[in-house]
């Protein structure tokens, strides 16, 4: 795992599973008794290198060691947006203050 994040609610969990030369998986648990997974959406064929979730929960920012990042909606645990800029490791992104 690569990342785990709580929504600001702390009604959910986010984490990043990944594995090196694998694909990359967003998981959303309740937090309730067990975390059960509410759902898991499939963010890339590379290995995340993090993940960052925006100030209102309403996104989640994924960067890969691919040189890719993707952004997903936290509540329809769909894929918004696809990019890749270089071939190089994503380390570090964010989200631009409201």
């Not at 030369?21 to 008794?33: A, G, Q």
């Not at 894929?79 to 890749?84: D, F, N, P, Q, S």
Request: glycine share 8%; proline share 4%; hydrophobic share 35%.
């Amino acid at each position: 795992m690569k990342g785990c994040r709580f929504s600001p609610d702390s009604a959910y969990i986010y984490t990043l599973s990944t594995m090196n030369r694998k694909p990359s998986y967003i998981n959303k648990y309740e937090v309730l008794e067990g975390f059960p997974v509410i759902d898991t959406v499939k963010v890339h064929l590379d290995a995340g290198t993090g993940m960052k979730l925006s100030s209102n929960g309403s996104q989640l920012l994924v960067q890969t060691n691919g040189g890719a990042y993707s952004v997903v909606d936290t509540a329809k645990m769909e894929v918004l947006a696809k990019e890749k800029r270089h071939n190089l490791p994503v380390t570090s992104a964010a989200f631009l203050e409201d």
